[in-house]
């Protein structure tokens, strides 16, 4: 089981943790939706497949590790592909911001929120996906959060 801890009660940057152990750090941008992690030396980067795809990639050295495809712009999921197999990760429900991964429609996963309000978030998913994989997902998921949240700000006027 992994932790995501946002750094700041207003920042979009979260620490990964395994244990007590921070395993990678995310910055999600403002304005873009692509960040580099490193995980044991290795350096991976999360961007979209081209400008306006709805695909995304998780990469080391120019080689695809795992993709999420948004099937839809109204809803809150993806379909996830890592070492030939598909995954569906999606939010249980409209406005509840936890998600479930399933593999054959089997729920293996899940990324919630340890409160209702906040950021922080508990993030079990299966121990056989590598930790670049599971932290993937888990932006995946993030992302999506920050989203919602630049959505809700701007329809109250803030």
């Known amino acids: 089981m992994l932790r995501a801890v946002p750094k700041n009660w207003y920042s979009w940057k979260f620490e990964i943790f395994d244990g007590k152990v921070c395993v990678a750090n995310l910055d999600l941008a403002w304005f873009r939706e692509e960040v580099e992690f490193a995980i044991q030396g290795r350096t991976f980067e999360i961007g979209r497949e081209g400008v306006m795809s709805s695909v995304f990639l998780l990469r080391e050295d120019g080689r695809t590790i795992a993709s999420a495809t948004k099937p839809s712009a109204f809803r809150r999921s993806f379909d996830v592909v890592f070492d030939q197999t598909g995954y569906k990760l999606e939010a249980v429900a409209p406005f509840v911001r936890r998600f479930v991964l399933r593999k054959d429609f089997r729920v293996v996963g899940s990324i919630h929120p ?31 959060w920050k989203r919602g949240s630049s959505r809700s700000r701007s329809l109250h006027g803030n």
């Open 114 to 144: 340890v409160h209702c309000i906040g950021r922080k978030a508990i993030v079990e998913l299966p121990e056989y996906l590598p930790l670049e994989v599971q932290v993937f997902i888990a932006w995946l998921v993030i992302m999506l």
